[in-house]
């Protein structure tokens, strides 16, 4: 039996390197030389175009965690950058032209794996008895993205990335802020029970609201207005979407511009003052258990660094731990949670398969989780036998879990801790949970799902590359 794979970025040749280990016949298509997307400057195949870091190494950090995992699991995108890293302090960077050379060699000596040179402008036949992995990533050919959208439905298929910023609960001021639905009532007296009240009924009551007097309002517009921006890349035909624009590009259009769109303060009253605050974030319920929070509307081309001080301006957040800044650029992704098995299968077309960041990741490191996880799974199934994905408790897990929870708007994302379920700590009186410190509580975290990866390792055959 053989598989095709389409796309050799990161997702497409790890997904082929976990199938030819596990005695699966790999075609691997790739476009280069005959075309390149506007993004890629290279003819090498695994090609990092945006940076040469692939973020902290550290496990108190969540991507640290799944490069870990990733590491363990018999990566061929984590192995070949570990041997080609330089030095970047805590983060994993390496000599990009090196690193795409060496996944190269290590692809061409697999006895498995055939590589092959053609533009892919419709998606190849698929079935149960010949799988098609399609892993063409942010910047799929328009027609094939085009022929994609036939299959699952046009408006399951974006072509624009917004994405808000998201906040650690435990970082939001509780005295700053309240809870309220509009037009409803509001939970009294801050404090955190006031947050944690309701937090996992989803309804408009799961928003936190951070009012400001018209002063604070004032200050922080200007703010937004003279922050830096990120500057579009020549690729991106920056037309905004009235529906999901930049907070920025509001806020240029008049300084009361933001209060009478995402910072409304309309049907809110403030307990504490028992008046309409001047304007309000409202924050949205990130994860099941409430261990995030992501500001609505906040979707953002400011730098990182000016986002940070910006939006730490706002009241309640001023010693916000951001999980995730705010980002608009192009992309194509799909609405994984509708359209995807827990097997990374589109629904609607038996024997394809879809991997990386097309599905709706971000990131290198989440890139080639993705094709490790769609290679193992669909090599368990070719070989009758059960996916068994990963626990949730992992990082891996975690990813899997962003792609299957439906939500309003499904956006892409990074790995964060608010995609891992937490680890409830009990006091003596059992009656609350004890407050454990951040690094202490993420490093529990990432001990944990060591534990879990292995178990899962275990039960699906798969031995640590240094054992």
């Given at each position: 039996?053989?598989?095709?794979?389409?796309?050799a970025?990161?997702a497409?040749?790890?997904?082929?390197?976990?199938?030819?280990?596990?005695?699966?016949?790999?075609?691997?298509?790739?476009q280069?030389?005959?075309?390149?997307?506007?993004?890629?400057?290279?003819?090498?195949?695994?090609?990092?175009?945006?940076s040469?870091s692939?973020?902290?190494?550290a496990?108190?950090?969540?991507?640290?965690?799944?490069?870990?995992?990733l590491?363990?699991?018999?990566?061929?995108?984590?192995?070949?950058?570990?041997?080609?890293?330089v030095?970047?302090?805590?983060?994993?960077a390496?000599?990009?032209?090196?690193?795409?050379?060496?996944?190269?060699?290590r692809?061409?000596?697999?006895?498995?794996?055939?590589?092959?040179n053609a533009?892919?402008?419709a998606?190849?036949?698929?079935?149960?008895?010949?799988?098609?992995?399609?892993?063409?990533g942010p910047?799929?050919?328009?027609?094939?993205?085009r022929?994609?959208?036939?299959?699952?439905?046009?408006?399951?298929?974006?072509?624009?990335?917004?994405?808000?910023?998201?906040?650690?609960?435990?970082?939001i001021?509780?005295?700053?802020?309240?809870?309220q639905s509009?037009?409803g009532?509001?939970?009294p007296?801050?404090?955190?029970?006031?947050?944690?009240?309701?937090?996992?009924?989803?309804?408009?009551d799961?928003?936190?609201?951070?009012?400001?007097?018209?002063?604070?309002?004032?200050?922080?517009v200007?703010?937004?207005?003279?922050?830096?921006?990120?500057?579009?890349?020549a690729?991106?035909?920056?037309?905004?979407?009235?529906?999901?624009?930049?907070?920025e590009?509001?806020?240029?259009?008049?300084?009361?511009?933001?209060?009478?769109?995402?910072?409304?303060?309309?049907?809110?009253?403030d307990?504490?003052?028992?008046?309409r605050p001047?304007?309000?974030?409202?924050?949205?319920q990130?994860?099941?258990?409430?261990?995030?929070?992501?500001?609505?509307?906040f979707?953002?081309?400011?730098?990182?660094t000016d986002?940070g001080?910006?939006?730490?301006?706002?009241?309640?957040?001023e010693?916000?731990?951001?999980?995730?800044?705010?980002?608009v650029?192009?992309?194509?992704?799909?609405?994984?949670?509708?359209?995807?098995?827990?097997?990374?299968?589109v629904?609607?077309?038996?024997?394809?398969?879809?991997?990386?960041?097309?599905?709706?990741?971000?990131g290198y490191?989440?890139?080639?989780?993705?094709?490790?996880?769609?290679?193992?799974?669909?090599?368990?199934?070719?070989a009758?036998?059960?996916?068994?994905?990963?626990?949730p408790t992992?990082?891996?897990?975690?990813?899997?879990?962003?792609?299957?929870t439906?939500?309003?708007?499904?956006?892409?994302?990074?790995?964060?801790?608010?995609?891992?379920?937490?680890?409830d700590?009990?006091?003596?009186?059992?009656?609350?949970r004890?407050k454990?410190?951040?690094r202490?509580?993420?490093?529990?975290?990432?001990?944990r799902?060591?534990?879990?990866?292995?178990?899962?390792?275990?039960?699906?055959?798969?031995?640590?590359?240094?054992?």
């Amino acid at each position: 039996m053989k598989v095709t794979i389409v796309g050799a970025g990161l997702a497409g040749c790890e997904a082929a390197w976990q199938l030819a280990e596990r005695g699966v016949e790999v075609e691997l298509i790739e476009q280069k030389p005959l075309r390149r997307t506007p993004a890629q400057t290279t003819d090498a195949i695994c090609e990092l175009v945006c940076s040469n870091s692939m973020r902290g190494a550290a496990l108190s950090n969540a991507v640290g965690l799944l490069k870990e995992e990733l590491r363990r699991s018999g990566s061929l995108v984590l192995s070949s950058a570990d041997a080609t890293r330089v030095p970047a302090g805590g983060a994993l960077a390496v000599d990009r032209e090196r690193f795409s050379a060496h996944v190269s060699a290590r692809l061409d000596a697999h006895p498995r794996i055939t590589r092959t040179n053609a533009v892919v402008e419709a998606l190849p036949p698929s079935s149960p008895e010949a799988p098609v992995v399609l892993a063409t990533g942010p910047l799929t050919g328009d027609e094939l993205a085009r022929d994609l959208a036939s299959v699952v439905g046009a408006a399951h298929l974006a072509y624009y990335d917004a994405i808000a910023p998201i906040v650690a609960t435990e970082s939001i001021d509780t005295s700053r802020v309240f809870r309220q639905s509009r037009y409803g009532k509001s939970l009294p007296g801050g404090g955190d029970e006031a947050v944690d009240a309701g937090a996992e009924d989803g309804g408009d009551d799961a928003y936190i609201n951070c009012p400001f007097d018209e002063a604070e309002y004032r200050a922080f517009v200007r703010a937004v207005v003279e922050s830096e921006k990120v500057e579009p890349r020549a690729f991106e035909d920056v037309r905004y979407f009235e529906g999901c624009l930049p907070v920025e590009v509001m806020a240029s259009r008049g300084e009361m511009t933001l209060a009478f769109g995402p910072m409304k303060p309309v049907g809110l009253v403030d307990p504490r003052t028992g008046r309409r605050p001047f304007a309000v974030v409202q924050l949205r319920q990130e994860d099941h258990a409430a261990t995030a929070y992501n500001l609505v509307g906040f979707q953002s081309r400011m730098t990182w660094t000016d986002q940070g001080r910006v939006f730490r301006m706002i009241p309640g957040l001023e010693q916000a731990e951001f999980l995730r800044f705010g980002s608009v650029h192009r992309n194509t992704f799909v609405n994984s949670p509708l359209l995807l098995t827990p097997e990374m299968e589109v629904r609607a077309r038996p024997g394809l398969y879809l991997a990386g960041q097309i599905t709706g990741v971000e990131g290198y490191v989440e890139s080639a989780a993705g094709g490790l996880l769609c290679g193992i799974m669909l090599a368990r199934r070719l070989a009758g036998a059960s996916a068994a994905p990963p626990p949730p408790t992992t990082a891996l897990g975690g990813l899997m879990t962003h792609l299957s929870t439906p939500r309003e708007s499904f956006q892409p994302s990074n790995i964060t801790w608010a995609c891992i379920p937490p680890i409830d700590a009990p006091d003596a009186s059992g009656k609350k949970r004890k407050k454990i410190p951040k690094r202490e509580r993420y490093e529990a975290l990432a001990a944990r799902a060591l534990v879990d990866l292995a178990a899962w390792h275990g039960a699906i055959g798969v031995s640590r590359p240094d054992a």
